[in-house]
């Protein structure tokens, strides 16, 4: 599996921005498609936004789409996530996650290589 570390959290207001990162470690980064999942307290771990392993094809969840970014440099081993317009709402543990296939996937159960998360708050 590859190796995943999130980073760029913190505490935001609301109308800011944040760009998360997720470096890559132990295994061809290219070969793994690549997706941004986000879990608020109490609540289930959800679909973001994912990337394709050549980063030429990009999906977003209904709640990311205008405002986020998904974006990838496979020289560096990193994918990141530009968070723009940031809302109350958006406040979640930010969790990046890879699978080793192209198909663009948004199901959690489908990846299974996991980063430890970076926090994410919104304040009003």
């Known amino acids: 599996q590859v190796q995943l570390v999130e980073s760029g959290g913190g505490l935001v207001q609301a109308g800011g921005s944040l760009r998360l990162s997720c470096a890559a470690s132990g295994r061809t980064f290219s070969w793994y498609g690549m997706g941004w999942f986000r879990q608020a307290p109490g609540k289930e771990r959800d679909f973001v936004a994912a990337?394709?392993?050549?980063?030429?094809?990009?999906y977003y969840a209904d709640s990311a789409k205008g405002r986020f970014t998904i974006s990838r440099d496979n020289a560096k081993n990193t994918v990141y996530l530009q968070m723009n317009s940031l809302k109350p709402e958006d406040t979640a543990v930010y969790y990046c996650a890879g699978r080793q296939s192209e198909v663009i996937v948004t199901t959690v159960s489908m990846y299974n290589s996991w980063g430890q998360g970076t926090q994410v708050t919104v304040s009003s």
């Open positions: 990337i394709s392993r050549s980063g030429d094809t990009t």
